[in-house]
Every structure is written in C-alpha cells, then in structure tokens.
C-alpha cells in the first residue's frame, strides 16, 4: 500500500462552482432532463474537481483528493450503499436488490403516503443529514456500487483518488430506531451485522483501485448522542478490529472532525489501521498514545469550517507537534471536509479587497494545505513567504476600521436589559388585546419564492429595474399573499417577505459590520444552497430594516400580520462569523440592533414580533463541559433582543430540525411567548420533551413538513394535532408548518394550507371551541 502524501483534504463542495449540481438534480425532479443528463452533469462535475485540486497542488495519482461527492446526502449515501432503508421503500429495490438514484431520491424527498427520512443538522455545522432508520428487521446488503463506480471512473481519468464513506459507527449512532423497532432498540446494537457490509465493500473498492478509504467518524468526538463516550470507543474498537483485519482492502484512514477525539485517540491508535486524522482547530493535539509508530496522522490545521485566511504559522506549529507523538507520519489537512466553504475568493470581485485579503474559501484553503505539506516536508524556511503573508494579513484584519469600533461596542447592561414582564401577566394582556381563537392558525414567515419573484430581484440588483417599479411589485406581492391567507382562513398572517432573498443576508445588507458575497454558495441540504454572510467587524443597524414592509402588510387586512426578523444566534450560526473575539459579544451586538427594529415594528403598530431562532442546537458544543456556557449566552442574546417589548406584544420563536430535547430547558428559557417548532417530519416526537419539562407557553408544533413536495393529507394532519393534544394543554397549541414555505411551489403550499385549515376547524369543533 502507497504511503499518504504529506498534504490532503478531508472533502471538497459538491454542488458546483455556479450550483450545477443543484440545478441538473431540479430539473431531473421536475421532469424537465432524463437520468442520463444527471448522471452526465454529474460526472463532470466529479472530473471539474479532481482537475482543479491537482491544479491547485494536490496529488493526481497519491490518493491525496478525497473521492467525496454526493448528489444529496453523505449519510444517505453510506445507508442506502449498506441497504439500511426502511420498509416503506422495499418496493424500490431493482430485481437484484440495488437501490437506484430515483429511488435515492425518493428516500431522502418522500412521495405520496411514503413520508422521507426525517433530517437534521451535522453535528455542530449548517449541514442537515437524512436521519437512517434502523431496526431489527433491517437486511444490510452492499445494495449500491455508486462509490465503487466512482473511484472506477476517477481511475479511467488517471487518477488514484481516496473514497469517502460515512463509517459504520457514525452511521448507526445517527441513526434512530425504525417504526417496527421495539421500544427502547438502539441502532448501535447492530453493529456486528453492519461491518461485514463494509468489508465487502472496502474489497470491491480495493480491485477498483483505490490504494486509501476514507471513513468519517465524527460521532467518535460527539458528547451529545444517545450513545456514550465509551459506548462509541467500544463499537469503535469493535468495527476497526474487524475492518482492519481485513486482508482485502486499501489502507484504512478514520477521520474524525469537529472537536477533539480525547481519550477515543488512544482507541484508533490501537486499533489495525493506517491512518488517523484529528481536528487541530476545534480541537487539540492529542496525547501520544500506544499504536502510533507505522501510522499516518493527518493534522486538520486549516479550518474547513470558517472562511478566515487564519494563522498559518499557528497552524503549523500544531503539525510539528503532532510530529513529536511518534507516528511514522505526518500529514496536513483540513479540520473538516471543505463542503462547509464556498469554492474560490478570487471570484468575488464586489468585496473590498482588503477584506478578500483576510479569507480563505476552499480553494485557498487547499493552497494553503499545499503550503504546510511543503514545510512539513521541507521545513518552516521553505514557506516562510507563506507564512509571513498569512501573518501580515492577520495583523491587517485585527488593525482594520469597522473591526474594533469602540462606538459600537456592546453598552453597559444590566439584568433588567435581558427579562420582561412575567409570562402570565404578558399572557393575559395579549389575550385581551389581540382576541384570538383557540389553535390558532398562522406560517412560520416566508410564502413561495416564485420565479418572478427572482426575476424582478435580479433586474433590481443589476440596475435594470427601477426602485420604483421594484418596489410596487413587491407590494403587488404581499397584497396577494395576504389575500391568499385571508381566503385560507388564517388567523395570524404574514407578509410572504418577497423583498427577502435568504432570511440572514437580508439583514446582513442591511447591518454595519457584514458584507454578502456573489457566488459563495455552500450546500445545506439536497438541492438546497445558502451563500452565508460574512461578519467580519463590529454590529449595529444605521436604519430601521423591515419597519415599512410589516406596516404595509398590516394596512391591508383587519387581522394581525408578525413582524419577521431572524434571530442573533441563527444570524451567527448562518453567517461565518468573526473569530477574533468570543461569540457572546458578537451575538449581543445583533442582539441590541434588533431590539431597537422590535422598538420600531412596535411603533408602527406591529402588535406580534417573530424572532426566528431555527439554529440555536446547531451551535452547542459538541462536548458536554463547553455547552452551559454556550446556552447562557446564546438565551442572553435572545432575551436582550426580545426584551424592551411591551407587556401586549406577543414575542413568537421559531426552531427547526434539531433534536430539541437537548434543548429543551433553554427553549423555556428564552421566555417567547409563541413557540413554533418543526415537528411533522419526526412524527410529534418533540411534543414529548415539551409535555415533560412543563412547558407552559405558547407551542407550535409544525404539522407540515415543508421540505418535502408531499401535500399532507387532512387526516394525516389532523392525526398530528390530536397526538400534540394528547401532550399539551388546547389553550397553548399554536398550528403552524414545520418552517418557511420559500422553497415550495404555490400549488402545493396552497393544497397543504387549506388541509391544515380543514384539519384544525375538525379539531376546534371537537373540543367545543367555535370556529
């Protein structure tokens, strides 16, 4: 087996340079290309990327480019690959038992009454993954040779390259238990049925050529799963004995990223593989442990998960450490696969450069990765030019204007600054004051972003569009949605947020202390792209941001329409955000400017503020002793920005697709009056935790799953209803979707509101509330 070069990279974006991948997979779905025009988009796109990284100092034939692409989801990718699908998609199988890309699809979008895998987010990253049902019942089987076919194609190009596999740990500790699953059944417990399919597997890679596999074991670093530390270092030593006693394999690298491996380091040391790689950024240089001599450990010293150019001198310094643990080996890396970044900085000719000078995306990360490689190899001299301008660059950015503005610095608060009223005295007057039936009806914020819709915001933008003419069309567009809720019959409405292109970056063009990129897209989930903004100094508001748009809306109906603003933490959580000072100060900077655009929304005559805070469990630490503190300032921030609300206005949240019982306490804790909270997908699972901590304020369950194209039925809906009922008190049951409707078409959201109208008045009536 060939030795791992000395610089390499954990996995690279998938979706495209111009989202290419996003849009070949839409129009498959649409009907609007074949499978064979995916399937080619694709393959280009695979050959794209080998061609850049080789171009950008990787090795073509070393193993060094990670074979890491995905038309959806990496933990779909490994359960389908193992044949652990759940039942109610059996009759997808091919007669020889492969699962095909359309069936793929249909796993992870659902289709008529087959509702999809539940999702979630990725350890602690914006990356949602389709959650693996797994049961007693489930047949592993090798039931894709996609990866296989992959490395096959990469080899035919001439290159070796290194698969990528979600590993059998991480798969199953993800996973949760199938509905024929007997309560209390662990997904862990199969482990031992499980690996055989992956040394099957890792044989079949091996005669296709590949020298290296690459199996990603984040769980291994988790302190937040069901499973415990020792629990996963035990399966851990259990599949590795296994695995890497296999004689018919490449060599074996586990990658475990996100936080550090701890006392688990000493179990992969032991363990009969090849290599190891760690996380020198959000975690530490490990302990040299017993095992070590004929490994490779590759050092994740460049941040695969932020886009700052960084310490490079730091960096590799934690590589010439990692040099001292003994190992016959040193590789540098990525802390993480780069799916997190977008592609290339020299793209973005609207930034200052200035700041284009500070940041790394993917690109100049593998340069960098390129750099130490060559200092690992050569010694720090041979890139000092390297590191001096990485140097240089850091000094800049923490000297820069904007950065450290001492007029903007969070003001001196006191502990009044974070609380309101009490809830059961805010309770009673927004009842008196805004007169609303029991279940009431509403959407969490955003309707359809039509084509139009994007259209007329790119003629804007480009200039080709007057303001004028803009702006009365975006008007057009909250007097029809408004109308369309009106003719629904919901009770709480809202004004569709058509002048919004993403819920952060609109606040972002509208905050000192952002800037918005062109083309920095970094997938999601599926098909679905963000382009995160990038807060590189200090926060505040020049001028009120949604105050004319909520007060429009609200002239055109007699019914309450929600102010609509995001959250301090989702802002950080979805932007990549500035490390250079703790995240608490960052969060109460947006925090403050919030609180007066609430001031003003209330001014206005805005009477129901939803602050949407979906990513609040995306951040919490991975480790247990890290995550108090990050719950008391990410519910300080909440709290600071919702509290100079008046007693009458009614404070509404939003969450989603998290595991919420984590979190529960901190929920409570950010006292909004209306919670919503995604709940469709997982079946009403969260109303469990919310009934067992006493949850005692307004709670929407979500009873549609809005990221599915499926119109839920009236019965489906209603079902959920009467499952939160059975948990929680009538008089605190909000009904709502799961999230925004912005991805959906108009057909479908359309169908799906009017089923939740049907499904709620059933309801009302049955509890002898009038409609």
């Not at 290159?159 to 862990?188: M, Q």
């Not at 975690?283 to 590759?298: F, N, Q, R, S």
């Not at 369309?484 to 993403?502: A, K």
Request: one cysteine or more.
């Amino acid at each position: 087996m060939t030795a791992l070069p000395q610089g390499t990279i954990l996995g690279y974006p998938r979706i495209g340079r111009r989202r290419e991948l996003k849009k070949a997979v839409e129009a498959f779905w649409s009907g609007r290309s074949d499978l064979a025009a995916l399937e080619q988009t694709a393959a280009e796109l695979r050959a794209t990327t080998r061609e850049r990284l080789v171009a950008l100092g990787l090795g073509r034939a070393d193993s060094a480019i990670p074979e890491s692409f995905s038309f959806y989801d990496q933990v779909l990718d490994a359960a389908v690959t193992v044949g652990a699908i759940p039942e109610r998609f059996d009759d997808l199988r091919s007669a020889d038992g492969s699962i095909g890309l359309p069936a793929y699809f249909t796993i992870a979008r659902g289709e008529g009454d087959r509702a999809p895998l539940e999702m979630t987010k990725w350890f602690d990253s914006n990356y949602h993954y389709l959650v693996p049902e797994i049961g007693p019942e489930t047949t592993f089987s090798l039931s894709s040779d996609r990866l296989v076919r992959e490395v096959e194609e990469a080899v035919a190009a001439g290159f070796v390259t290194r698969p990528v596999i979600v590993g059998p740990v991480t798969l199953l500790a993800l996973a949760k238990a199938s509905d024929a699953a007997p309560e209390g059944f662990d997904p862990l417990s199969r482990l031992d049925d499980l690996v055989p399919v992956y040394v099957a597997l890792l044989a079949r890679l091996r005669a296709a050529g590949a020298e290296w596999v690459q199996l990603d074991e984040p769980a291994l670093v988790s302190e937040s799963l069901p499973a415990s530390t020792q629990q996963l270092a035990d399966a851990a030593t259990r599949a590795l004995d296994i695995i890497g006693g296999a004689t018919d394999r490449p060599a074996i690298l586990v990658a475990a990223p996100y936080a550090s491996l701890g006392a688990t380091f000493a179990v992969l040391a032991a363990a009969p593989i090849e290599g190891i790689a760690v996380d020198l950024v959000r975690g530490t240089v490990p302990d040299a442990a017993e095992g070590l001599e004929g490994k490779v450990l590759v050092g994740g010293a460049i941040d695969g998960h932020n886009i700052w150019r960084g310490d490079l001198s730091a960096a590799f310094e934690k590589l010439e450490a990692l040099g001292r643990l003994g190992a016959a080996s040193v590789s540098a890396s990525t802390s993480t696969s780069l799916l997190h970044v977008p592609h290339d900085v020299t793209e973005e000719s609207a930034l200052d450069p200035r700041l284009v000078s500070w940041l790394a995306f993917a690109d100049q990360k593998v340069e960098q990765v390129v750099a130490l490689a060559r200092g690992i190899a050569e010694g720090r001299e041979a890139i000092r030019s390297e590191l001096d301008a990485a140097t240089a660059a850091l000094s800049d950015r923490r000297s820069a204007p904007g950065v450290s503005d001492g007029t903007v610095r969070t003001r001196e608060l006191g502990d009044a600054d974070f609380a309101r009223a009490p809830y059961a005295e805010r309770e009673a007057a927004q009842q008196e004051a805004l007169q609303l039936p029991a279940l009431p009806l509403t959407t969490i914020g955003s309707f359809p972003q039509t084509g139009d819709i994007r259209r007329a915001r790119a003629r804007f933008t480009r200039g080709e569009l007057p303001r004028d003419e803009y702006e009365a069309f975006l008007r057009s567009e909250i007097d029809a949605v408004i109308g369309l809720q009106e003719e629904l019959g919901l009770d709480v409405l809202v004004h569709g947020e058509p002048e919004r292109n993403d819920m952060v970056q609109y606040f972002a063009e509208n905050l000192d202390g952002f800037a918005v990129t062109e083309h920095g897209w970094v997938q999601s989930y599926g098909s679905r792209a963000t382009r995160p903004s990038i807060l590189w100094g200090d926060v505040s508001r020049p001028a009120p941001i949604t105050v004319d748009w909520s007060r429009y809306a609200q002239s055109k109906t007699d019914k309450h329409v929600k102010g609509m603003l995001t959250g301090p933490v989702t802002i950080l959580a979805w932007s990549f955000v500035r490390d250079d000072q703790p995240l608490g100060e960052t969060a109460n900077q947006v925090a403050l400017a919030l609180r007066d655009e609430i001031g003003d929304l209330e001014d206005a005559g805005i009477a129901i503020i939803q602050v949407d805070e979906p990513a609040l469990r995306e951040l919490l630490p991975l480790k247990q002793g890290d995550q108090a503190a990050y719950l008391d300032w990410s519910v300080a921030s909440f709290r600071l920005a919702t509290g100079g609300a008046a007693v009458g206005t009614q404070v509404h949240t939003h969450l989603c697709y998290s595991e919420f019982g984590v979190v529960i306490d901190a929920i409570r804790a950010l006292d909004a009056d209306v919670t919503s909270i995604e709940a469709a997908r997982s079946r009403m699972e969260v109303v469990a935790d919310v009934a067992e901590v006493g949850f005692d304020h307004g709670i929407g369950p979500g009873v549609y799953d809005i990221h599915s194209p499926r119109v839920p039925a009236v019965d489906e809906i209603e079902a959920l209803l009467r499952r939160a009922a059975l948990e929680i008190p009538t008089r605190q049951l909000w009904v709502n979707p799961d999230c925004g409707l912005k991805t959906r078409g108009y057909d479908e959201t359309t169908a799906s509101l009017r089923n939740i109208v049907d499904a709620t008045r059933r309801v009302r009536e049955d509890v002898n509330v009038a409609v």
